[in-house]
């Protein structure tokens, strides 16, 4: 069982340069999430798709964008690279949307990108 | 705005040792709370689930509880091993207008020691 994969693993970009970062999940889960891990600041969520076609801002929105694609893929674009960028992605989803008390979130192995 | 304690950030015992980690959070109307695993370089792995209407939950030689009323969560951990070492966070799930998301502490990072 894959779960959530995401690709790639390492990124070294440049300021300036832009990237998408990949992710895709097996579940057939209706909601997806992308946060990022900062030391001494934990994980803060960047933008969700609580079902596919429609998007959202989460807590630290500012220089990124998504993309739900399918209901499988969400990505998450980077158009022009910062050092404060420098972080851990993560990308995560579950089963379904709203008010679902019980449901847990799946997330996947991470990107680990550092910008110059 | 919801915000997401735990206490201590780190901390270190001997192998077998029964153990607890908090959480405190500043809004009590949440959805569930979850307790999640992170193994360094590793993603979450969702250890526990509490939904809002539940008091603990089990699972195996962990023991999470929930207290709304005085927005508190604690991880009980019994006769811990050395392969529990890993970083604990906890994260509420709250409601809002498009969907919900959680909110996540710092987390706590155990040592246990052989």
């Known amino acids: 069982n894959a779960g959530v994969t995401q690709t790639p693993k390492f990124q070294v970009l440049k300021t300036g340069q832009s990237m998408t970062l990949q992710c895709a999940q097996d579940?057939?889960?209706?909601?997806m999430y992308w946060y990022r891990q900062d030391p001494g600041m934990g994980l803060r969520l960047i933008y969700y798709?609580?079902?596919?076609?429609?998007?959202d801002k989460g807590e630290v929105p500012n220089g990124y964008n998504v993309s739900r694609l399918n209901k499988r893929e969400f990505s998450l674009r980077l158009e022009s690279a910062a050092p404060s960028q420098t972080s851990v992605y993560f990308c995560?989803?579950?089963?379904?949307?709203?008010?679902?008390?019980?449901?847990?979130?799946?997330f996947g192995s991470g990107t680990q990108l550092s910008v110059l | 705005k919801q915000e997401v304690t735990q206490i201590p950030a780190a901390l270190s015992v001997p192998e077998g040792e029964n153990l607890v980690l908090n959480c405190s959070f500043t809004?009590?109307?949440?959805?569930?709370l979850q307790w999640f695993r992170q193994d360094p370089g590793k993603g979450l792995t969702s250890l526990l689930l509490?939904?809002?209407?539940?008091r603990e939950q089990t699972s195996g030689r962990l023991n999470a509880s929930l207290d709304k009323s005085s927005g508190r969560s604690t991880l009980y951990i019994a006769a811990s091993q050395p392969g529990d070492s890993a970083t604990y966070l906890c994260?509420?799930?709250?409601?809002?207008?498009?969907?919900?998301?959680?909110?996540f502490g710092k987390g706590t990072t155990l040592s246990v020691s052989s």
């Open positions: 579940m057939n889960h209706n909601s």
């Open positions: 509490i939904q809002s209407s539940q």
């Open positions: 798709s609580a079902s596919e076609g429609t998007t």
């Open positions: 994260a509420v799930r709250r409601p809002n207008q498009a969907g919900t998301a959680l909110i």
């Open positions: 809004d009590s109307a949440i959805y569930n």
């Open positions: 995560a989803s579950s089963p379904r949307t709203s008010t679902t008390t019980n449901e847990k979130l799946f």
